[in-house]
Each structure stands twice: as structure tokens, then as C-alpha cells.
């Protein structure tokens, strides 16, 4: 069987050498934050990457540095060195405009140590001041130097001649397994389930994410605000209940905090691409803090994503340490029903990331949540339900003057999107909608999901202020 596992390079080197600068390069998107403070980086981001047409999977990671294993640097250190393992290339990047540091040096004493390939890579390379840096990088022992400006784009072609006898027959390889495995694919076979952790800084995302893949992928640590890029990592769950392995892509996200209190540049940076993966979700989870509680953060938080349409459940972590569980949970169930009117019933469980409690049944509701967002209603059901709505509660009449509700149909789905043809739409009370929107959600299967129901009305040609085919929208993403 042809392997389809593109090959995996890393980046190493030094903090604020230009590794995210140069991921970003290769992907084509800026996936990874960037800023002229080092140590910006502090989780391994993966991203497709190509260069003439030699593809493989770009690994970012960590600035190297020489501190204590137990403090941050040296944990974000512990992080860079196990993505070493299982690598097929290794690009480390000096940059050539500051020479050679000490660090630099022990760095290469490393690599050289490894039974990975080494490319070195001299970004900053553009303008002669980076020359003495270049020739200096020799003394490194790890071959030719690859001047580079990953800022500008300058060199990147080069890359090719370095990487592609490392890696080149491997890539190859994947292409054609992968052109095989796309061809025989059941069209009808969902894609993995996009799921992604939100919530405060410091409520345990990394650490429950770490949990569900048995290893320590993702930082962690009593410091709030760990996480910074968004990272997607996939990943193989076994289904107790049904038995099945079924493919998952856990998306950790930054802490996001009162928008008052984010003022560094960094952490605006960090929220935005949270606000980012929530975009590109299909579940998001909303992890809370069994020992602080739901706080107000918390509902601007749900109410984002109820807003950007994904499907959105909440989930108490550190349960193991929970004092009066019964009534927090409680609390907290009342607290989401008023704070989340518009979706009533948001799915609630109690996990703990140290323990592993509860976190299957999250995981299986995940999948069925995402089913419900993914629905499509037959024509003939949904009109029926209509019908019977309508009978049961006709349109109210205002000034003696009739609303008529013709017919409705399903423009789209994730979210589901309906849209509600008839007259004098203008009129209809907002009450009324919210009638419209529960239904659908309790008759028709849409129960925690949020639904858009948008009215429209035909033109009309003799007065262009009345019914004048306006699209009328419920105003959010009611559920």
C-alpha cells in the first residue's frame, strides 16, 4: 500500500530568528503569530508547505533556550526537542545579520547529535551586512549555508536544492498515495469533526487536550496565558459507545480575557486568531473553571460563537476539585439558560483534564451535535411542520391588516438557514420569529444548534417602500 504521510520538517533555532516568518513563508498564510519580542512561538504549529512542488508538513516550533527544564523557556525547550523525533528534515535557522551567538553554537552541537538531516538556514540574509554572518555560519560544521530573507521572500527557491534530496522521493511517494486514496473515497464520508477548546485563560485547554492524546503535545503550567497561536492537532478517538475510531481535529485556542484588560499587542494577536478558529470550527467547546465558576467572560464568550453559527457546548473542567458539584452545576445550567435565551439547552458536561472523567461522553455528543448543525430537513417535513405551526398560532394581524406566511424552505446548512416567504413580512412581530425559531429547533431536530431564519417578501412593483423584496434577517443567530 502507497504511504500518503507527507514528509515532516522542522524549524529550529534561537528565539526571534524569523522561524514563524519563515513558516508562514512556506505555507503561503500567516498561520503563525509574529512580532519583533521573542518567544512568541511557544506551541508546535504544523502547516501543508511546497516549494516547487515539493510538498511536506512544516513544523514551528519554540525558540531554543538555555534555562532551567522546570521554568517556561525550558519547558517550551522540552516542547522543540521532542518534534525532533520522527522528523525526516531539520531547518535551523541562525540569523545572519547577527552572526553566530553562543546559543547558536550549542544548538548545532545538538543537531549534530541527532540522525536527522540538517539544512542550515541564514535568514535576515538580504543586503551585505549579512555576509559575515554567512561565511561564519560555516564553522558550524553542518554544510553550506542557505541565505534567505523569509520576510521578503528572497532565497526560498534555494530551499528546494536543500531539502529535496532529503525528502524528495518520500513526497513523491505521498502524492501518489494520496491521488490513489482520493479517488477511492465514499464521497459520502464526513471529514474529521473540527473541534474546537475556548474559553478564559487558564482553564485547562492544553492540559485537557494533552489528556485526550495521552501526551504532553501542547505547553502547559500554573502561568495563565501559555497558549498563544491556535493550534490544530489531529487525531484518532476510539468511540466506546459505537466502537469506532473516529478521525478528530482538536483546535487549543489562546485565553481570551475582557476585551479591557487585553492591551499588549501580543495577546490582541492571540485572541484575533482564537476568534479565527472559531470561524474555522464545526464544535466549539467552552471550557470553564469548576473553582471560578461562569462568569460574565464566559457568556460574551458563548454568545461569539453562537454569533459566528457553530455548533457549542460548555464543559466544567477540574471536576475533581469541584466543591457543592451539585449545586455548580445546577447554578451553572440556570445561569447559561438566561444568558443564552436565544439557545436554550446548550449541552453541559463536567470533565476533568487530570482525571479523564466525562471526557467520552463530551467527545460522542460532539459528533452528534455536529449531525444535528449538518441537517438538512426534507421539504415535504418542513412545510408540514409549517403548516402546523401556523394553525396553531396564526400571524397576528396588525391594523386589521393580514400577514400571510406562505412557505419556507432550507437554504442551507452549518448552521442550518431557513428562509420564510410571505407578505407584509415588515410587520411581523419579533415575537413571532422567536415562535418560528423555537419550533424549528424543538420540532425539527435543531435542539442546542443555532438557526437563522431569514423573511422575504415578493417585490412589489407599485410601491418601492412596501414589501420591496427585502431581506429581513431574525437579527442573530437565534437557536
Avoid: C
Amino acid at each position: 500500500m502507497t504511504s500518503t504521510q507527507k514528509p515532516t520538517v522542522i524549524i529550529i533555532g534561537r528565539p526571534n530568528v524569523g522561524k514563524s516568518t519563515l513558516f508562514n513563508r512556506l505555507v503561503g498564510k500567516k498561520l503563525a503569530l509574529v512580532d519583533d519580542q521573542p518567544g512568541v512561538t511557544r506551541d508546535r504549529r504544523l502547516g501543508d508547505a511546497e516549494i516547487a512542488g515539493l510538498e511536506f508538513t512544516i513544523v514551528d516550533t519554540a525558540g531554543w533556550e538555555d534555562e532551567d527544564a522546570d521554568s517556561l523557556p525550558g519547558r517550551m525547550r522540552k516542547q522543540t526537542e521532542v518534534s525532533l523525533e520522527g522528523a525526516d528534515a531539520a531547518l535551523f535557522v541562525i540569523d545572519a545579520r547577527a552572526g553566530l551567538t553562543p546559543l547558536d553554537e550549542e544548538i548545532g552541537r545538538w543537531l549534530r547529535g541527532q540522525d536527522v538531516p540538517v539544512v542550515l538556514v541564514a535568514n535576515k540574509a538580504e543586503g551585505r551586512a549579512a555576509e559575515a554572518g554567512i561565511l561564519e555560519s560555516y564553522s558550524l560544521g553542518l554544510g553550506e549555508p542557505m541565505g534567505i530573507s523569509a520576510e521578503h521572500g528572497e532565497g526560498i527557491a534555494d530551499l528546494f536544492a536543500g531539502l529535496w534530496p532529503i525528502i524528495g522521493e518520500k513526497s513523491e511517494a505521498a502524492e501518489a498515495g494520496a491521488e490513489i486514496a482520493a479517488a477511492s473515497e465514499d464521497e459520502e464520508v464526513s471529514g474529521p469533526l473540527k473541534l474546537a477548546i475556548v474559553g478564559r485563560p487558564n482553564a485547562g485547554k492544553s492540559t485537557l487536550i494533552n489528556r485526550l492524546l495521552e501526551e504532553d503535545r501542547l505547553l502547559t503550567g500554573p502561568e495563565a496565558g501559555i497558549t498563544r497561536d491556535s493550534i490544530a492537532v489531529d487525531w484518532e478517538w476510539h468511540d466506546p459507545k459505537t466502537n469506532e475510531t473516529r478521525q478528530i481535529r482538536l483546535i487549543d485556542t489562546a485565553g481570551m480575557r475582557k476585551r479591557a484588560r487585553v492591551v499588549e499587542k501580543l495577546e490582541k494577536l492571540s485572541v484575533a486568531d482564537a476568534k479565527r478558529a472559531i470561524d474555522f470550527a464545526e464544535v466549539v467547546v467552552l471550557l470553564l473553571d469548576a473553582t471560578k465558576g461562569l462568569e460574565h467572560q464566559d457568556l460574551k464568550i458563548a454568545s461569539q460563537v453562537l454569533e459566528e453559527g457553530r455548533a457549542l457546548m460548555v464543559a466544567i473542567n477540574k471536576w475533581d476539585i469541584a466543591e457543592n458539584a451539585s449545586y455548580l452545576f445546577n447554578g451553572i445550567r440556570e445561569a447559561l439558560n438566561e444568558g443564552l435565551s436565544q439557545v436554550r439547552g446548550v449541552p453541559l458536561f463536567a470533565v476533568s483534564a487530570k482525571t479523564g472523567k466525562g471526557l467520552d461522553t463530551m467527545l460522542s455528543a460532539a459528533f452528534e451535535i455536529r449531525e444535528a448543525w449538518s441537517r438538512r430537513v426534507p421539504t415535504a417535513a418542513l412545510n408540514r411542520w409549517f403548516d402546523d405551526a401556523l394553525a396553531a398560532n396564526p400571524p397576528p394581524a396588525p391594523g386589521g391588516r393580514r400577514i400571510k406566511l406562505r412557505y419556507i424552505t432550507q437554504a442551507s446548512t452549518r448552521p442550518p438557514r431557513f428562509v420564510v416567504f410571505g407578505t407584509r413580512l415588515d410587520d411581523l412581530p419579533k415575537s413571532y420569529e422567536r415562535y418560528l425559531i423555537n419550533g424549528i429547533r424543538a420540532k425539527l431536530g435543531f435542539e442546542a444548534v443555532p438557526v437563522r431564519v431569514v423573511l422575504k417578501s415578493p417585490k412589489n412593483p407599485y410601491n418601492a417602500n412596501r414589501g420591496g423584496g427585502g431581506n429581513y434577517s431574525s437579527g442573530s443567530d437565534r437557536a
